[in-house]
């Protein structure tokens, strides 16, 4: 194998790493959210939008996974009682 052809390996695995690395990383939030302004945002669109609206904006302001994002959301909804 020719120098050329192991350097072209090389930078090929090392963007195919990145590539996978980008899309794991591509669903966590980049910065920690004010917990009082995601509080207001999630009741506030459970008021205008409902349940799955306020899970999709606590995901994406959070990068929650489902599961943990659904009992977020209802636990901020029965604080807000």
């Known amino acids: 194998m020719t120098p050329?052809?192991?350097t072209g390996l090389?930078?090929?695995a090392a963007?195919?790493?990145?590539?996978v690395a980008a899309q794991l990383?591509?669903?966590r939030a980049?910065?920690?959210?004010?917990?009082?302004?995601?509080?207001a945002d999630v009741r506030d669109t459970l008021?205008?939008?409902g349940l799955i609206a306020s899970v999709r904006i606590?995901?994406?302001r959070t990068g929650a996974g489902l599961?943990?994002?659904?009992d977020a959301v209802r636990r901020i909804a029965r604080e807000g009682r």
Do not use: Q, S
Not at 15 to 19: E, F, K, P, Q, R
Not at 30 to 39: I, M, N, V
């Open 4 to 6: 050329l052809v192991a």
């Open 10 to 12: 090389v930078l090929a």
């Open 15 to 19: 963007g195919l790493v990145m590539l």
């Open 25 to 27: 990383l591509g669903h």
């Open 30 to 39: 980049l910065t920690e959210p004010d917990p009082e302004a995601l509080r």
């Open 47 to 49: 008021d205008r939008e």
């Open 58 to 60: 606590y995901r994406e």
């Open 67 to 70: 599961p943990e994002a659904v």
